[in-house]
């Protein structure tokens, strides 16, 4: 179940759609038709706003009768669709939502979130499963990411909207680094677009937003860390993008962690992500060593049996290759870490008794 908390000086203003113009449209026949006359009840408002995340880490992300709930967070919308564009892209379902809140957020121009308030639980399933997963358009990129919220709080104080509350843990808004992560830790169930290594794709959502996501692309500019300088060895934030160096060098990474509680950071060097909480990687994708495309670390046969013959898991596809030598690997750098460090203390540890 996820928390949402936003930071906001502004009030909820209501908006009309009765007289917007898009550029962009699903449905062309339905542009003469209003929406918003569809359903007379429906409360349209918009606010500006800073969002934060957070998952109850004791709990399973696939929905579940404790877990659900009648109010649902789509994480990202790309802003070429207005909101009329987004409320013709719900369809039918909008005739079970009560209440629509846009939330946008001026330092990210590419995308805003949206709130949503259904009537009943049955309505809220409904709109959960037919629209999670959905992309906004046949021909783009983006996918539609819903989330169920337990609770939304809604303060002008910065440092309460950013404490995570007890027994929860932030995670990042960029549905980019969401969908990296494992599903028991995102609530993304599944990853229909390459986003990870695709800058074609990536870009649409990381232009102007996204500071990891840049980073990833950029692979020619030397990255250091914010503090000390190093440039060996440098992790980022997944959720506010702060560059630190690994617990080998100066452990800025980690004392991140513990100052902030922002617990997932990325490794630049092998693109995983490390969870600070649960001490181990939770990066859900990972390169082949076959064809240096991504795959999925949690691929699993669609039979009972494990040997359907209709699935990936039976051709020769490098994800157990993948799995395998990224352990390896993941052992090798620890242990070269390690080792390094190690050998600095020793060094100093002489000049210190030399001197």
Known sequence: MFVLRVHSVDSEQPISIEDEESGFSFAPSRRSQRPDKLVPSLKLTERKGLIHLYRNSSQSSLPNPSSR????FVVAVPNYLSSLDFIR???SQIEHVSQILFIRNDAMEDRYSVLITLSDQAGADGFHKNLNGRKYAPSE????????VLTVEHTEFDELAASS???????????I?????????????????DHSFQCSCTSKWTYLSCQVCRLCQQQDDIISCSICGKTDNVWACLVCGFLGCGRYKEGHSIRHWKETHHCYSLDLRTQQIWDYVGDNYVHRLNHSKIDGKSVEMNSRCLSHEGDCGLCECSEDTGISGAIFNSKVDSIVTEYNDLLASQLRAQRQASVSISS
């Open 141 to 148: 990129a983006e996918v539609c990411h819903i989330l169920y």
């Open 165 to 175: 509350p007890v027994g929860f843990t932030e995670l990042p808004t960029c549905p």
């Open 69 to 72: 709930s009648t109010t649902l």
């Open 177 to 193: 680094c969401l969908e990296r992560l494992d599903p028991d830790t995102s609530g993304i169930l599944s990853t229909l677009c």
């Open 89 to 91: 892209f719900c369809d």
